[in-house]
């Protein structure tokens, strides 16, 4: 199923900034510090990371048109997250919860959807991390700071 809508904005990035609190980052031994590049990934989501991710799940997502628009109303495209870990090179997700009675309201939607909703996201944090490490950060420039060779 394929999605027919606009790509929204990307989120604001504003989690918690441990590396252990995102999905896909290999946490490092000790921490170097706070400094997890939060402009520099907006930038890069911004200038285009976001869009290309949105439109490579939206064409493979099996959420219902209906569904999608619960879910951007109540905000939970906002609220995904993205960290860089530079000790490990990799970019961490967070997926916000999803409320058990975020469908309740909605005539024609059932509760049984939270959890597809859950994976969906997921899925969509998964593929704009990888297309930010694969499309985006070049590593062998110095971008966020970094002499990668």
């Given at each position: 199923m394929t999605l027919d809508?606009?790509?929204?904005?990307?989120?604001?990035?504003?989690?918690?900034?441990?590396?252990?609190d995102y999905d896909a980052v290999d946490e490092p031994e000790e921490r170097t510090g706070d400094d997890t590049y939060r402009e520099d990934l907006a930038d890069l989501l911004e200038a285009g990371a976001w869009e290309d991710a949105f439109d490579d799940w939206s064409d493979r997502t099996y959420l219902s048109d209906?569904?999608?628009r619960i879910v951007r109303e109540a905000g939970l495209l906002r609220r995904l997250d993205f960290y860089w870990n530079p000790a490990a090179e990799d970019v961490g997700y967070r997926v916000p919860p999803v409320p058990e009675?975020?469908?309740?309201?909605?005539?024609?939607?059932e509760s049984d959807d939270v959890e597809d909703v859950e994976e969906e996201l997921d899925d969509l944090a998964r593929t704009v991390s990888e297309v930010l490490e694969n499309d985006y950060i070049h590593r062998g420039s110095e971008e966020f700071g970094y002499d990668w060779e």
């Open positions: 809508t606009e790509v929204p904005d990307p989120p604001a990035l504003r989690g918690p900034q441990d590396p252990g209906a569904a999608f009675d975020l469908f309740a309201a909605h005539g024609g939607l």
